[in-house]
């Protein structure tokens, strides 16, 4: 069943935050998987078939197809946008072993026990049933292939100056995502989520990334400014009275604020897990 724009009883729908923002899929293209999947790039190796479970516009899993060249890996997602960049950057970039297929984690179109190995960053924290797609990842996975997971904890979050709007505008983001159905704060749920769908020998982590050279400081107020409370997110919370419209160019300006202030320093805190079918 998907459950995307689904209803559910709670009157909540599933809806992905970012997917009109501008900002987000450039922001999402500077990852990398030496950065982002460096947890799961040791238990990976050349031949493995790999999946990457909303893949966004593809640059972790452009660098985990050169990791397990000449293995195969696909990578899904339900936004088309950014599959197409997703394809695009692939083929400028000459890489043969990856291919992007619209799909949703909760039904992937793919045989059981079909790959070696399933990454997915920053989606968990997105979905109103986490467990059903790590169910559905675990069905595509061979017995003993292994999953790697990575998802935000906004409870690690640290921000300097406490600006309070800036302070109340993570707050609000964090009440947006929940009534899109996700959860801001599902990283430290990884191994209790993992293990009860039926993954063994899990292994968790956390790091931070940190905004805090003038350069970083100026990119994340700037994201935080103009992009992460985009304009469905504003609909949305002016409709949930989590904010009113004359807020949120408030919201913008305190970020801006934030960005000039030579103290600024923003981290957040990213937990990974990973887990073997067995
Ligand atoms: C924050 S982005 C992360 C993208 C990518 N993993 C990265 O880290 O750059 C979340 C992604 O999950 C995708 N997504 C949301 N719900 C999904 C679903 N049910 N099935 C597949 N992808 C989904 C969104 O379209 C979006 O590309």
């Known amino acids: 069943m998907n459950k995307v724009n689904e209803q559910d009883d709670t009157g909540t729908r599933e809806n992905y935050t970012h997917q009109t923002s501008a900002i987000m899929p450039q922001h999402l293209a500077k990852r990398t998987a030496e950065r982002q999947a460096a947890f799961l790039l040791p238990h990976l190796q050349p031949g493995m078939r790999l999946l990457d479970c909303g893949c966004g516009p593809g640059s972790i899993t452009i660098g985990l197809a050169e990791a397990v060249a000449p293995g195969e890996v696909i990578g899904i997602d339900i936004n088309v946008i950014q599959l197409a960049q997703a394809k695009e950057d692939a083929a400028n970039r000459g890489i043969k072993n990856v291919r992007f297929e619209t799909a949703s984690i909760y039904e992937l179109p793919f045989p059981d026990a079909s790959f070696d190995a399933a990454f997915s960053n920053a989606v968990l924290s997105h979905l109103r049933d986490p467990t059903a797609a790590l169910t559905e990842i675990r ?15 906004s409870d690690g979050q640290v921000i300097a100056p406490a600006i309070p709007l800036v302070l109340r505008s993570r707050d609000i983001y964090s009440k947006v995502i929940a009534a899109n159905g996700g959860n801001t704060r599902i990283g430290k749920d990884h191994k209790s989520l993992l293990r009860q769908v039926g993954f063994a020998d899990i292994e968790v982590s956390a790091h931070y990334e940190v905004y805090g050279s003038d350069e970083a400081v100026r990119y994340w107020g700037n994201i935080n400014a103009n992009g992460l409370l985009n304009e469905s997110a504003v609909e949305l919370l002016t409709r949930l009275g ?31 897990a990973v887990g073997w079918n067995q």
Request: proline letters at 9%.
């Open 139 to 153: 069905r595509v996975l061979k017995p003993g292939g292994v999953a790697g997971i990575r998802n935000p904890d």
């Open 242 to 272: 989590l904010a009113t419209a004359d807020e949120i160019p408030e919201i913008s300006r305190a970020w801006r604020e934030w960005a000039d202030n030579p103290d600024a320093f923003y981290a957040d805190a990213w937990c990974t």
